[in-house]
T-cell receptor
């Protein structure tokens, strides 16, 4: 079956630092890939997605590129803000197999 | 309307109580889902409804009983729960082909079983 592996957290950064959260997947074929964000006390929000190899998803300054060669979908942002503090989940497939989540804290 | 609305936001219930969680969406999505999320863990899929019919039950105990009265509403009936069932219960919806827009999640019901 499908599986998703995310880099372990928590991740703590200073404001305006560069962010990378690694995500790799295993699957039969080429599943759609997603990044979801969960702010404290809330449900999950779709941050970005990619449906085929070499697609780049982007939203709110975050980007991730679907790399079939490395089966990866790493999340990046050039300059994080305090308001980006949240838990980030990588997910794959039509029935959303989730990674374990990465807690990001951004300090002023 | 691009939201999934869940009620109540918080619920405390005893182990002998019967309660229901409600979920509503008006995006025309024909797939709806219930997830359970424990603290610091990813959501775990419980049930999937496609075109108002139960299509996936992930071996969930019978004390959880889902219902989909129409294409906009999804309920989760709770009876004789255990303290370990305390969690955040998330509802989500999507188009049948979720690659188009992904899933839209509600804010969840935080359930405490005492």
């Amino acid at each position: 079956g499908n599986s998703v592996t995310q880099m372990e957290g928590p991740v703590t950064l200073s404001e305006e630092a560069f962010l990378t959260i690694n995500c790799t997947y295993t699957a039969t074929g080429y599943p759609s890939l997603f990044w979801y964000v969960q702010y404290p006390g809330e449900g999950l929000q779709l941050l970005l997605k990619a449906t085929k190899a070499d697609d780049k998803g982007s939203n709110k300054g975050f980007e991730a590129t679907y790399r079939k060669e490395t089966t990866s979908f790493h999340l990046e942002k050039g300059s994080v803000q305090v308001s980006d503090s949240a838990v980030y989940f990588c997910a794959s497939g039509s029935r959303l197999t989730f990674g374990e989540g990465t807690q990001l804290t951004v300090n002023p | 309307d691009t939201e999934v609305t869940q009620t109540p936001k918080h619920l405390v219930m005893g182990m002998t109580n019967k309660k229901s969680l409600k979920c509503e969406q008006h995006m025309g999505h024909r797939a709806m889902y219930w997830y359970k999320q424990k603290a610091k863990k990813p959501p775990e899929l419980m049930f999937v409804y496609s075109y108002e019919k139960l299509s996936i039950n992930e071996s969930v105990p019978s004390r959880f009983s889902p219902e989909c009265p129409n294409s906009s509403l999804l309920n989760l009936h709770l009876h004789a729960l255990q303290p370990e069932d305390s969690a955040l219960y998330l509802c989500a919806s999507s188009q049948i082909d979720n690659r188009v827009g992904g899933y839209t999640f509600g804010s969840g019901t935080r359930l405490t079983v005492v």
